[in-house]
Nanobody, 126 residues
Framework: QVQLEESGGGSVQAGGSLTLSCKFS????????MGWFRRQAPGAEREGVA?????????YYADSVKGRFTISQNNDKNTVDLRMDSLKPEDTGMYYC??????????????????WGRGTQVTVSS
């Protein structure tokens, strides 16, 4: 079982920056896919924003965030961070940290994840 806890959300003006952090614990294998998803409106589907497989050295970003967001994993601190720069109002949403429970590749920015955090709200005003 994998436990995930997000932090770092908040409100910022367009053009600003935020860094989200996900603390993970439990049965994390080398090769687990981990990453960040967001739900931009109530009832909308969660979409992949950025995912990372540290063991296989692969990263995928959604087209809408390429060049603005950076995902990183720190295995000493057991964290997966999402640095978000040049934020836009359309980046507003609930951001979730997620992980696979097995050491499988990410394959795309929208892999099937098995474990989820509770989410942290990001609000970008114009």
């Amino acid at each position: 079982q994998v436990q995930l806890e997000e932090s770092g959300g908040g409100s910022v003006q367009a053009g600003g920056s935020l860094t989200l952090s996900c603390k993970f614990s439990g049965h994390i294998y080398k090769g687990n896919c981990m990453g960040w998803f967001r739900r931009q409106a109530p009832g909308a589907e969660r979409e992949g924003v950025a995912v990372i497989n540290d063991f296989y050295d692969t990263i995928y970003y959604a087209d809408s965030v390429k060049g603005r967001f950076t995902i990183s994993q720190n295995n000493d601190k057991n964290t997966v961070d999402l640095r978000m720069d040049s934020l836009k109002p359309e980046d507003t949403g609930m951001y979730y940290c997620a992980s696979t429970t097995l050491p499988i590749g990410c394959g795309s920015v929208n892999p099937k994840m098995n474990s989820w955090g509770r989410g942290t709200q990001v609000t970008v005003s114009s």
